[in-house]
């Protein structure tokens, strides 16, 4: 009985969990593995810190790279519908910036288009990478 019980309450929870989720897709860990880049993000509270670099304060969010510290910041952000929001980014010297519109394809799936100013650039093995002016994301589900 207690067993069923404790199950019961661990469906419920997960659950309550995803339904949050669903809730609120532009809180998110979405990634591109190809890339290795990921984009974490909270439209609505904007309360990301960069690890790091606490000196950009509580953001909407960050395009980062693994294995490395180099990000591109967004300094705001606008939920434009359930499915779209548009993002202003700068990278972390402060030389580059551009606009772009993130869209929730799916449950999983977001595309980052990058619509005005300067291309993504990241390191990689020593060089700078330009990301494509669209790039596809999943989000984590963990």
Same mark, same amino acid.
């Given at each position: 009985?207690?067993?069923?019980?404790?199950?019961?309450?661990?469906?419920?929870?997960?659950?309550?969990?995803?339904?949050?989720?669903?809730? $609120?897709?532009?809180?998110?860990?979405?990634?591109?593995?190809?890339?290795?880049?990921?984009?974490?993000?909270?439209?609505? /509270?904007?309360?990301?810190?960069?690890?790091?670099? /606490?000196?950009?304060? /509580?953001?909407?969010?960050?395009?980062?790279?693994?294995?490395?510290?180099?990000?591109?910041?967004?300094?705001?952000?606008?939920?434009?519908?359930?499915?779209?929001?548009?993002?202003?980014?700068?990278?972390?010297?402060?030389?580059?910036?551009?606009?772009?519109?993130?869209?929730?394809?799916?449950?999983?799936?977001?595309?980052?288009?990058?619509?005005?100013?300067?291309?993504?650039?990241?390191?990689?093995?020593? $060089?700078?990478?330009?990301?494509?002016?669209?790039?596809?994301?999943?989000?984590?589900?963990?």
């Amino acid at each position: 009985m207690r067993k069923s019980l404790l199950t019961l309450l661990l469906i419920a929870v997960a659950v309550g969990m995803k339904a949050q989720s669903a809730d $609120k897709p532009f809180r998110a860990y979405l990634y591109n593995k190809e890339y290795e880049v990921f984009l974490r993000i909270n439209l609505y /509270e904007q309360d990301i810190t960069v690890p790091g670099q /606490e000196l950009y304060g /509580e953001l909407p969010g960050y395009l980062g790279k693994q294995r490395n510290s180099f990000c591109w910041v967004i300094p705001s952000a606008k939920v434009i519908s359930e499915t779209e929001a548009e993002l202003k980014m700068i990278n972390d010297f402060g030389s580059e910036d551009l606009t772009a519109i993130l869209k929730r394809e799916n449950d999983s799936t977001y595309v980052l288009h990058q619509t005005k100013g300067s291309t993504i650039k990241v390191p990689r093995n020593g $060089k700078w990478q330009k990301l494509p002016k669209t790039l596809a994301l999943k989000r984590n589900t963990h």
